[in-house]
Each structure stands twice: as structure tokens, then as C-alpha cells.
């Protein structure tokens, strides 16, 4: 695995809900992300990992659900930023799980094909062809990014480390970042949550 494969492999892995299979991987997380050449990536995810290794499990599963589950300027699901609740986005997420099926590769059951660590795992495993969703979602992932460091989150250092692996926005795209902030995307009402957790957009059970 190259090192820009692993380092999109750890941001996948960080970003994912600290269940108790990640949880019990937590030292060898770390060793991972050790393994990276002296970058400012490494440093960024050097640092969450000290966190999430020492942070108790509660407060870990606490803090993911507030960051990612009840904010929408910090949802994880990407074509939210780029469509909003409109038809588009139904078309989007369709045309993301038929390029994961050409790729075999398949999203964890009841998981939208949009939400950022499936994305992420994609990219690692495609390499350059496989990044062409982060690049389409580049504003909503600097979005993520500005709110994380807003609420003072750890996580901001792992969107940290994946903006730093992806192209830099230009002031075009920087002021549709602060527009999208301000604004919101798209609203059109179609039955798709904004930002509620895969448990209600898939009718699967609720996270632990």
C-alpha cells in the first residue's frame, strides 16, 4: 500500500463511529499512522490518535454523535453540500454505488455510498481514479473541516490531514464555501434527511 493509500485508509478508519471493533484496534491505529513519513498529515493524525486512544469509550461514541450525527454543517454524508434535499442528490448517491460496484467494492450494510469514510476507502483502494469523488466534494469536505475546528473537535485534525492530500480551493471555491456556510445548499424535499444518521436514512438500527 502506498503512503497515500494508507493515509487515506487511517482517515477512513478515524472517521468512522468508534464502535468496539475500532475501539480494540486503537494501538495498532496508532502504530499505523506512526509508519508515515515526518509530514504534516502524519503530525495531524499523530495528534487525534493521542486523543482517541486515550478518551473513554462513552465519551468517544458521545462526541461522534454530536459532531457528525446532530450538526449539519458537519455531516459526513458529501452529497448533502453539494445537492441538498433535492432530487439530484437521489441521482448522485445512485451513480456512487454503481462506481463502488464496478470497483467491487461494497459499502457497509445500511451505510450511504456518500458518507466520507466509505469515500475514503474507495480512493484507497482506486488510488487516482478513485479520488475523483473527494475532488467533486472538495467544498462540502472543507466545510466539515471549518465546523470541526469551529466546535473545537479533534476530528478537525483528521479533515485537516485529508485537505491536505487533496487539491488546494481556489478564492472561487473559498467563497462558495462561506456562501454554502451561510446559505445551505439545495432545498427541495424529497424524503432524504440532511443530516440524520444512516439509522434513518436506511432504517437500520440506531448506533450504540
Do not use: N
Request: hydrophobic share 40%.
Amino acid at each position: 500500500m502506498t503512503e497515500r493509500a494508507l493515509t487515506l485508509r487511517l482517515v477512513s478508519l478515524l472517521l468512522s463511529y468508534p464502535d468496539s471493533e475500532l475501539l480494540a484496534g486503537r494501538d495498532e491505529l496508532t502504530e499505523a499512522v506512526r509508519t508515515l513519513p515526518d509530514s504534516p498529515q502524519r503530525d495531524r493524525l499523530l495528534a487525534f490518535a493521542g486523543w482517541f486512544t486515550a478518551a473513554a469509550p462513552e465519551e468517544l461514541a458521545r462526541h461522534y454523535v454530536e459532531m457528525f450525527d446532530l450538526r449539519r454543517r458537519s455531516s459526513l454524508y458529501l452529497t448533502y453540500y453539494l445537492h441538498g434535499d433535492t432530487r439530484r442528490r437521489g441521482m448522485a448517491l445512485l451513480l456512487l454505488k454503481q462506481r463502488y460496484r464496478v470497483a467491487g467494492l461494497v459499502p457497509p450494510e445500511g451505510e450511504l455510498p456518500d458518507f466520507l469514510p466509505v469515500v475514503c476507502e474507495f480512493a484507497a483502494l482506486e488510488g487516482t481514479r478513485g479520488e475523483a469523488p473527494l475532488r467533486q466534494h472538495r467544498r462540502g469536505i472543507e466545510l466539515i473541516r471549518t465546523a470541526l475546528h469551529d466546535a473545537g473537535s479533534p476530528y478537525a485534525a483528521v479533515l485537516d490531514a485529508l485537505a491536505a492530500a487533496l487539491p488546494e480551493l481556489s478564492e472561487q471555491e473559498r467563497a462558495e464555501v462561506a456562501a454554502l456556510a451561510l446559505d445551505g445548499p439545495p432545498d427541495e424535499e424529497v424524503g432524504l434527511a440532511p443530516f440524520a444518521p444512516p439509522e434513518y436514512m436506511c432504517g437500520t438500527e440506531s448506533r450504540a
